[in-house]
Nanobody, 112 residues
């Protein structure tokens, strides 16, 4: 069964950091570009970051550039999102994505 499972979300103060993980199973992970999206209440789902199959091609949304880092470990079939200097506007459910496949999401709340 193809599956993506996110973890690492939580409550963090502004300026803090979180590291999200997305564990993939059921497919050849190293063949696929992986993406992180986020969905906040009342806002459109936003592509946060993407990373190519080898990890060499990476792009970020302007809203997170310089603060977030996407990476992957193909040996562990896991993609990560390191989030630094978090802002309240980063509050959202963060979802891991492969083409046609979505995880359930992990909640990130940035609040003092």
């Amino acid at each position: 069964q193809v599956q993506l499972v996110e973890s690492g979300g939580g409550l963090v103060q502004p300026g803090g950091s979180l590291r999200l993980s997305c564990a993939a199973s059921g497919f050849a992970f190293n063949w696929y570009t992986m993406r992180w999206y986020r969905q906040a209440p009342g806002k459109e789902r936003e592509l946060v970051a993407a990373i190519g199959s080898s990890g060499s091609a990476i792009n970020y949304a302007d809203s997170v550039k310089g603060r977030f880092t996407i990476s992957r470990d193909n040996a562990k079939s896991t993609v990560y999102l390191q989030m630094n200097s978090l802002k309240p506007d980063d509050t959202a459910v963060y979802l891991c994505n492969r083409i046609n496949i979505w995880g359930q999401g992990t909640q990130v709340t940035v609040s003092s």
